[in-house]
């Protein structure tokens, strides 16, 4: 049974900073690809940032040079730190979990399976 377990999130002023983590179980964790989506109120879902099985990493441009994935595959968690926060930050995030390939030249490709946690709320504040 697949499982993931996200934490972290909460209120912040804009310019802060916070670190989201995503507990994996039910997976081969070290061949998987990790993505985390965020969703705001009455906007869809969006991918914004993957890390594939060998750390390739990809963002959305909205977050690229604040937010940074990263793994720890002995612990079975992915996190994004999120810097320089800013109010349209504001959304519940996901993790994910999937297939990715990295072909080169920044084109990291994800495929993600249909496996969600709860979520986290980041809340941030002008």
């Known amino acids: 049974q697949v499982q993931l377990v996200e934490s972290g999130g909460g209120l912040v002023q804009a310019g802060g900073s916070l670190r989201l983590s995503c507990a994996a179980s039910?997976?081969?964790?070290?061949?998987?690809?990790m993505g985390w989506y965020r969703q705001a109120p009455e906007k869809q879902r969006e991918l914004v940032a993957v890390?594939?099985?060998?750390?390739?990493?990809k963002y959305v441009d909205s977050v690229k040079g604040r937010f940074t994935i990263s793994r720890d595959n002995a612990k079975n968690t992915v996190y994004l730190q999120m810097n320089s926060l800013k109010p349209e930050d504001t959304a519940v995030y996901y993790c994910n979990t999937g297939r990715g390939s990295d072909y080169g030249g920044g084109n990291v490709v994800y495929y993600g399976m249909p496996y969600w946690g709860k979520g986290t709320l980041v809340t941030v504040s002008s």
């Open positions: 890390i594939t099985s060998g750390s390739s990493t």
């Open positions: 039910g997976i081969f964790f070290s061949a998987n690809a």
